[in-house]
């Protein structure tokens, strides 16, 4: 539901499923460009949050190897 409201107004639906390319890849490229845009924004998001709660915002990661796995 929500990618029906997101390309509604726009038809940019119509377009991708128009181009000359398999439908399954327009969802490949969504799912890509999503997972693009939260790493952009949590980059950006986190130090900024680092840098303005620092007083109070202890930060320590006890298994590194944990951490990493539940960002992928």
Known sequence: MPLIAEFQFTREIEDRLLAPIDISWVAIEKIIAGLIQAL?????????????????????????????????
Do not use: S, T
Not at 42 to 65: D, S, T, Y
């Open 40 to 72: 952009v924004a949590g980059l950006m998001v986190i130090p900024l949050a680092w840098i303005i709660l620092r007083p109070g915002l202890e930060l320590h990661i006890e298994n590194p190897l944990l951490f990493a796995a539940l960002l992928c």
